[in-house]
């Protein structure tokens, strides 16, 4: 299969997956429900799994079949405290919380990514919480210290010359390690 059948053929789970996760936005480090559905949407897939100690992290490898770059993809899962209007059937269940900065999507695209990625190797980083905001340049040290650590982990079979890619609802970063 190409990548776009692929895509298409996950489209409807991963709708579900980001309508499941929007209801139950948690805030902070501890986001026991968004880990659950993470963990459940990549149940069966061939990867290395784990979870964060003290924090509700999920990080999942797939070790590709072939020689290349290691691409290392993440983003956030946290949501935000702000009340939803009650528009939609998979409007948030948690008074006061919803995801108002897109991190179910974040969280549902990179189970898509990692789904579909054949003969590659990757890593997928869920981290629970985002730094303050785009503009702050605290943001970026974070993003910078986060990347360092998670390519200072990654697979010793990974080659030099990784991508690393951050799904983020401001501008976008990939770069070369």
């Given amino acids: 299969m190409t990548l776009r059948e692929d895509a298409t053929e996950l ?5 579900a997956l980001r309508r499941a996760l929007h209801q139950v936005p948690e805030i902070g480090l501890d986001l026991p429900k968004t880990q659950r559905l993470v963990l459940d949407a990549l149940d069966g897939l061939p990867l ?25 993809l993440r983003g956030d899962m946290d949501a935000l ?21 897109g991190h179910d999507l974040h969280t ?16 997928a980083h869920y981290q629970p919480e985002c730094p ?29 010359g990784d ?5 983020t609802t401001g501008p976008t970063h990939a770069r070369r390690a």
């Fill in 11 to 15: 489209a409807p789970e991963l709708v």
């Fill in 48 to 72: 290395d799994v784990s979870t964060g100690r003290g924090l509700s992290s999920v990080t999942a490898v797939l070790r590709g079949g072939t020689p290349g770059p290691a691409v290392l």
């Fill in 81 to 101: 405290p702000v009340q939803e209007p009650d528009r939609y059937d998979f409007a948030s269940r948690h008074p006061g919380v919803m995801h108002a900065c």
């Fill in 108 to 123: 549902a695209g990179l189970v898509g990514g990692i789904a579909a990625a054949h003969g590659l190797t990757v890593e």
């Fill in 132 to 160: 303050p905001t785009i503009n702050d340049p605290a943001e970026y040290e974070f993003t910078a210290r986060t990347l360092r650590e998670l390519f200072r982990r990654r697979p010793r079979s990974s080659p030099s």
């Fill in 163 to 167: 991508v690393s890619i951050e799904v």
